[in-house]
Structures are given as C-alpha cells and as structure tokens.
C-alpha cells in the first residue's frame, strides 16, 4: 500500500480580494497566492485567478494541481449580516424559499411562532405555520402528547406549496423524540424532496431563539442547493471535478458541500473564523488575539484565538433583525477615528481590552486583505498586547484557516442536575458530536471530541446545565487517496 500524495486548495473571497493557499495531506502550507481583481467576484472568477496565479508563480504547481482533492472556500460576503447587522444594509435574497413551520408544544401559543419577526420578512419566508401538542418537559418526559394527525392534516394542506418545513420542539434538546416523530411523519407525507430541519441540531435552549434558527434555515436550502449545484460545476469546468468541496462554518471548522447545503446558516461568519484560524497559524500562536482587517477598508475587528480556535459568542445572534442561537465568531469591532476608513492606537487599544478572555497580555495578529495597511497604522507595541505581529501572507489568512481547518460537529444537550446519570449523559452528547463531524464530512476513522462545556442554565425552577460539545477531524478521504490506497489491497475504492 502506497500513500497518496494529495493537496487541499483554500480559496477565500472578500469583495475584489482573492487569496488561494496549497496546504498538503499533512496540513502544511505549500504555496500561498493573493489577487485583487476588477471584475465581479464570483466562485468561479476567484478559483480561476488562483488557479492562474498558482501555477504562474511556481511551475512546479502544474504537476501538482492535478492531485488535489479537497476545495475549501471562505467567502466573506455572506458575514455581514451576522457579524455586525447593525449596520448592514443588505436585504434578504429573493431566492429565498417559502417554509412551513412547525412548534411542538401547544402550550407555548401565548408567544406565536415567528412572533419577533420584521413582518416582511415573515411575510417572505413563511407559507404557513402552526402549533400541535408535543414536546418534552426538563425532566425528559413527554410534555404532551404528539399530535400525529394534527401534522398530518397541516402537511396535506400545504403540499406542493412549500420547498422545507421547520420543526421546533419544547426542550428538544434534551430530548428530540418528538422532533424525530414529526420528520418521519411530514416526509411520509411531503416526500423526501422536501427537506425537514430539525431544531435540535441547531442548538440552543431557547425555544424562540431556536425556532428562529431553524426557520432561517429551512428559508435557506432552496438557494443553497442551487448555489452547491453551480460551485461542483465550477470544478467540473477547471479539471476539479474529482475534488470534494468544502466551506468554511461559524466556529472556525469546514463542512462538506451536501453538509452545508442542508445546513447553510452554519456558514455565516465562517470566513471570519476562517481568518482568525488562518491568522493564527502563520503567525505560530494557539493563544493570541486578531485582529481582522476587511478589503473595503472598514474598520476592523479583533477576536481571541485559543487552542487555536476563535473565541466564539455565547449564541445569541440577530440576523436581519431577528434574534437566533446561532454562536459565530466574538468579533469587537474597533471604535472608528475621524477619518473613514482609519484606526488609531487607542481605539484598537479598548478593543483588545474588551476582547480578552483573561488579563494577561497576549500578541496582537493582523489577518485579512487589509492587514498590511493596518500594520502602518499601529505601533509594534500596543497596550494591552506582548506586540503587534503582521504574519507573512497575513492578507491570505482566510485562504489559509481555510485550507488547514478540521471538520467539526457540535452537539448540545439541556441535563438536569440532579436525579440522572449525568456520566453517561456527557458520553451520549460527546457521540452526538462525534457524529455531527462525520455527517459534515470527517473521516470517521478519526474524528474526536475536543471540547465539552457545562453552562448553568439560572432561569429555570430546577437546576439543569447546558452540555454542548464539540468534535474534529479531518476530512474524509478523496477519491485520489482513496484510489490510491484501494489499488493496493483488496477492498477497492472507498465511498466518500
């Protein structure tokens, strides 16, 4: 058995800015290349330019871009309305697709469905919606019986009509049977080209925050579909089309195509984690704070890096005004100057501040298209900092985090404190991770569990934490390591 040689291409898009980064098997940065062009940035015009470049800047690249089998894209347009929507002007895509929704819990009807939603959007969004019994209390037991035929009825009613259908459920994070019951129901009776999403694997204990998600999701599987289809035809027109594609999430890790078609919201703020994960790589610190500067010379943001990994919110996000659980990167934006577009050293000094985790000092990275410009604009030595660093290729940092980045899976459970076996709880949940990476496109032979959190929950009459975990892995094998190996034994070629 001989070992493929094989590369993972990170492509990152921030409006005219293009970045492309070769890392091979061993996650090891090879060629890096940036471009600043003047047509309309799309997938295809930004792969195209870092292909050129690639193979313009070192010809050796021609016999190497052959083998890769991995495409990771970041594109930073689609963080805009998750990192600061304060001050986004941009609307929802027409695109969007027209979704059922579906609460689990009929005693919950004193705050409808959708209830804090723009009523535009609403009226954009949603065909219809209702609330049938279901449901579960803290304790894992059924809060009311499921109303079976009240979802048959409503999914007769509005087939045809709809392109998704979300279900929420009262604390089906602790426990989604009834959520489970409801898909098998609804696609039994929509059909399997309808997608179900299903709070649970969203997350957050919410139920309004967790219902928005969902909806929000569920809205968005129509035109992430269409754009997944056209991004494999992109590679198919560039001699790619054995690569798997991958794009970058809200936590710093990648995800599958088919994974993010179905679970697009996942993607936004991904290009932002994308370059704190980027940033902190080239730059050889695991602990460190970034801070990232935009293209179009806004002013930047600075986020804390652990383990390598950005920091991330606590999981309360608006998107396009409506609140969600969605956890993304912990961006402080910087205090603007004066000037339009300018920074100053005390200004970036309160940010750093504000985004510490703990009180110690820790170096200062710059990462993104306009890290350069913004290292003229500061001291090497910024208060509340061990120095301020511009790592080589700092511009390309997104391409970077990008094409070294794991496959992560997160999964969240809401546990009582006492009366369980909480052991095995945290065994269970620690699973559901590990799975969560695999089904987003990690090689399951050694996807792993990194990280599990318990947040008390003080709100609620009986004490219960939130246990949320996270796993990585790699990506799955491509088909030029897969053949490669199954040449050399008896198994043939392994199914991606």
Request: aromatic share 2%.
């Amino acid at each position: 058995m001989r070992e493929a040689r094989t590369y993972r291409l990170g492509v990152s898009m921030d409006r005219g800015h293009v970045a492309g980064a070769l890392a091979d098997a061993e996650g090891d940065v090879v060629a890096v290349t940036t471009r600043q062009l003047t047509c309309p940035v799309t997938p295809d015009a930004a792969l195209t330019a870092v292909l050129y470049a690639l193979r313009a800047d070192d010809p050796a690249m021609r016999n190497t871009l052959p083998d890769i089998d991995r495409v990771a894209f970041a594109i930073s347009e689609v963080d805009d309305l998750v990192a600061f929507p304060s001050v986004s002007t941009r609307g929802w895509s027409a695109e969007l697709g027209q979704v059922a929704v579906v609460r689990l819990g009929a005693a919950t009807t004193s705050v409808p469905p959708l209830a804090l939603w723009p009523s535009a959007l609403r009226e954009q969004v949603v065909l219809a919606s209702t609330c049938v019994s279901g449901g579960a209390r803290l304790d894992g037991t059924d809060l009311e019986p499921l109303d079976e035929a009240g979802l048959v009825d409503f999914a007769r009613s509005v087939a045809g009509r709809v392109v998704a259908v979300a279900v929420t459920g009262v604390f089906a994070t602790l426990t989604p049977d009834h959520e489970l019951a409801a898909a098998a129901i609804l696609e039994s009776e929509l059909g399997r080209s309808v997608p179900v999403v299903l709070s649970h694997e969203i997350g957050g204990p919410g139920l309004l925050e967790r219902e928005n998600a969902t909806v929000l999701q569920a809205a968005m599987t129509l035109p992430a579909g269409r754009d997944a289809t056209r991004v494999q035809n992109i590679l198919e027109d560039h001699d790619l089309g054995h690569a798997e594609v991958f794009f970058a999430r809200n936590d710093g890790t990648i995800a599958a195509l088919d994974h993010a078609a179905t679970h697009p919201l996942t993607l936004y703020g991904g290009a932002a984690a994308a370059t704190v994960r980027g940033a902190a790589r080239l730059a050889g610190e695991p602990a460190a704070l970034v801070a990232l500067a935009r293209a179009d010379g806004s002013v930047p943001s600075v986020c804390a890096v652990t383990a390598g990994q950005p920091r991330l919110t606590a999981g309360h996000t608006a998107i396009a005004d409506v609140p969600t659980s969605l956890r993304v990167i912990a961006q402080v934006p910087v205090r603007p100057s004066g000037e339009p577009g300018t920074v100053d050293s005390r200004a970036m000094a309160e940010a750093v501040d504000r985004a510490k985790i703990a009180p110690g000092d820790l170096p200062l990275l710059l990462g993104g298209p306009g890290a350069n410009e913004l290292a003229t604009a500061l001291p090497l030595r910024l208060i509340g900092t061990l120095g301020v660093r511009c790592p080589p290729w700092a511009a390309a940092a997104a391409a970077v985090g990008v094409a070294t980045a794991p496959v992560g899976g997160e999964a969240e459970r809401v546990v009582p404190v006492h009366g369980g076996d909480n052991a095995a709880m945290r065994e269970a949940v620690s699973e559901a991770a590990r799975t969560a990476a695999v089904r987003a496109g990690a090689d399951p032979r050694r996807a792993r569990t990194k990280q599990i959190e318990e947040t008390p929950l003080s709100y609620l009459a009986e004490p219960a934490v939130v246990l949320r975990a996270r796993a990585e892995g790699p990506p799955r094998p491509g088909v030029i390591s897969s053949s490669v190996v199954g040449a050399g034994s008896t198994g043939g070629k392994t199914a991606r």
